[in-house]
């Protein structure tokens, strides 16, 4: 890939987006919208606010909300401080939040009032944490924190100042210790991986100056080739951030579910009222309900015809998902993509209008994806039917934050190019076709979301009667995979105990759907898990 041109915080290039076409609608929430001109304006008033509480370059702002206008505005406004913006998922428990927080060294951090009670049993365990910023959604002001909106008002807006591109964001993302792990982007690689990318497709020359980035998105949305970019997952995965910011460059806008679960029904009326271009998803888990959604309207569903095309990444998008879709859309392309927090994308597979689609997992590799041997490390040339990790080279993130040993795993160097290598297994054909093979480490896909086991094994022992525990993902019709535990007990426990013991301590969705009880959880001579033992327990008891 060619080296970006442009090297500037993207603070710089969304206050040209708003100088450009500051009356154009930048984000659509739910029923609410935002042009550039209020999106500026609120985030330089957040910027005077967090100033004048000692948040400046390098802090670390951490963003505990569902999808909401403020959720854009800190991280615009953490961006123009040249701080940086921590993401932490709503789902998280106490234990994860304090983690989070703590690790990342987060001083600031902005949350929905409905998630206080969770923050107020984290303060012991982020003592970084000096200013509390909540959003008010109907939920009393817990102890120590401020309103958002009384700050916001009450401040002038701030001016302007010279940035870096060196300034950086940090995407966590679980880690196969079973603790998130914080991934460290710098803004120039950001632009190299989320801009040049749209510039190069739509051929247009790269800019040079934070000025031209701000004419040409207004020129194209003036000329109507600007994408009206509807994204089904939350802000707080990173993903929706990482699109918005692409979607932002070619002039579009963004529109988000205002909802706090996944509606489908929101999904289509918002296409619909908003003309929605191109619809963003992760895999089956976001499909299958859409699909059902259109089979359940019929003939008097909403309006569909404006969506050009549908872009899934995170998760695989089945054969028979997309079939669907071309049933109810027969104009739509559809683009399936293997990515990562880490880097990527490494491949595609593309579904024109009125095709048959591939079969599911079967992409094409972009020119700088390559697989590495697991064992050597070395570059396994194209054609080798032996398995590798796919490695991209490119833009990319720094590394993990305060962790060497896992950035040097990851973040690879070989025969002087620095490659990203998540740990996806494939092959690569002669003529560059993909075959994925799935995720090396036992890490478990469940719609999108990684799901480790150590951390619900860790979980599950917490119950007084588990003795030893493995989790494991078995499959499932909707979200891909499901975590099943199977687990030896000192005395017979119901199920339903210890999945809720699990979710006292994490998130619910990594909490298990199925407990198997065994006399003995098979460990190895030193004491490893046996993984496929343990799927073989949980498959055999279905």
């Known amino acids: 890939m060619t080296e970006q041109a442009l090297s500037e915080n993207w603070a710089t290039l969304w206050e040209a987006f708003a100088d450009a076409q500051p009356d154009h609608t930048a984000v659509v929430i739910g029923e609410h919208e935002q042009t550039w001109r209020e999106l500026d304006d609120r985030a330089a008033r957040l910027t005077t606010a967090l100033a004048s509480r000692g948040a400046g370059a390098g802090t670390r702002v951490a963003q505990l909300m569902f999808n909401c206008p403020e959720y854009l505005e800190s991280a615009y406004a953490a961006f123009k401080l040249r701080a940086t913006p921590v993401n932490v998922n709503y789902r998280y428990k106490a234990p994860e939040i304090g983690y989070i927080c703590d690790n990342a060294g987060a001083e600031v951090l902005v949350f929905h009032g409905s998630l206080g009670e969770r923050v107020t049993d984290a303060r012991p365990m982020m003592p970084t944490v000096t200013t509390l910023v909540q959003v008010d959604d109907g939920s009393p002001l817990i102890d120590g924190a401020e309103w958002y909106h009384e700050i916001v008002d009450a401040a002038e807006p701030a001016q302007r100042i010279e940035r870096s591109g060196e300034d950086t964001l940090m995407l966590y993302t679980g880690g196969t210790t079973g603790n998130p792990k914080g991934v460290v982007w710098r803004h120039v690689d950001l632009f190299g991986a989320l801009a040049y990318t749209s510039y190069a497709t739509a051929g247009i020359e790269v800019p040079t100056t934070p000025a031209d980035v701000g004419r040409i998105a207004a020129e194209l949305q003036a000329d109507g080739k600007s994408p009206v970019m509807l994204c089904a997952p939350p802000l707080m995965h990173g993903t929706a951030l990482f699109l918005a910011i692409g979607a932002f460059v070619m002039g579009g806008t963004v529109v988000l579910l205002g909802g706090r679960s996944f509606d489908a029904d929101e999904l289509w009326a918002l296409v619909a009222r908003h003309r929605v271009t191109q619809l963003s998803l992760v895999g089956d888990a976001f499909a299958r309900p859409l699909n059902e959604a259109i089979t359940r309207a019929g003939a008097d569903g909403p309006d569909l015809s404006s969506v050009g095309r549908i872009v899934s990444t995170g998760a ?17 392309m559809i683009m399936d993509m293997i990515g990562a927090s880490e880097g990527g994308p490494y491949a595609l597979s593309m579904t024109m209008p009125g095709a048959a689609p591939p079969e599911t997992a079967i992409f094409m590799a972009l020119p700088n994806v390559v697989t590495i041997d697991a064992l050597t490390g070395e570059l396994i040339p194209r054609g080798s039917d032996e398995p590798g990790m796919l490695g991209a080279s490119g833009p990319m993130p720094r590394g993990y934050w305060n962790d060497e040993a896992k950035t040097a795993d990851t973040f690879r160097t070989i025969d002087g190019i620095r490659y990203t290598v998540p740990g996806d297994f494939a092959t690569i054909a002669d003529d560059g076709t993909v ?108």
């Open 316 to 332: 695989t998008l089945s054969v028979e998902q997309k079939r669907s879709f071309q049933q109810a859309m027969p104009q739509v």
């Open 435 to 542: 075959t994925l093979l799935g995720r090396g480490s036992v890490c478990i896909n469940s719609g999108g979301e990684k799901i480790y086991p150590e951390e619900v094994e860790v979980a599950a022992r917490r119950h007084p009667t588990v003795i030893d525990a493995n989790a494991v993902g078995i499959p499932h019709e909707r979200f891909g995979e499901s975590v099943a535990l199977v687990c030896s007990v000192s005395e017979p426990t119901e199920a339903d105990d210890v999945i809720a013991t699990v979710k006292e301590t994490i998130a619910d969705y990594k909490a298990p759907r199925r407990v198997v009880f065994v006399n003995e959880v098979y460990r190895a001579p030193n004491g490893k898990a046996d993984y496929r033992w343990a799927k073989a327990q949980a498959l055999g008891a279905s």
